[in-house]
């Protein structure tokens, strides 16, 4: 599928779309994916402030799920 063909799609579309890559991106090996230090970086201060107790974690299904409702919502007051 070409990128004019993803962009075309409806939201929701895209997003599974997008999920769908992300989940095949986590399954490649730790050094086929090259990442950023300041992305390092980033990830060490979110977990340093979740260890402490200052940011409250959710469920990924339930992330997912809210993520996917707010989308849906937006696709719908575009109309």
């Known amino acids: 599928m070409?990128?004019?063909e993803l962009v075309a799609l409806p939201l929701a579309e895209r997003l599974q779309a997008m999920?769908?890559?992300w989940d095949s991106l986590c399954?490649?090996?730790p050094?086929?994916?090259l990442?950023?230090?300041w992305h390092e970086d980033e990830l060490g201060k979110?977990?340093?402030a979740i260890e402490r107790g200052e940011v409250k974690t959710v469920p990924w299904e339930e992330?997912?799920?809210r993520i996917r409702?707010?989308?849906q919502d937006r696709a719908n007051i575009a109309r």
Do not use: S
Request: no cysteine.
């Open 2 to 4: 070409q990128t004019a």
């Open 19 to 21: 999920e769908a890559l």
């Open 27 to 29: 399954r490649e090996q």
């Open 31 to 33: 050094q086929a994916a």
């Open 35 to 37: 990442v950023p230090t």
């Open 46 to 48: 979110r977990m340093a």
């Open 63 to 65: 992330a997912k799920e």
């Open 69 to 71: 409702r707010q989308a």
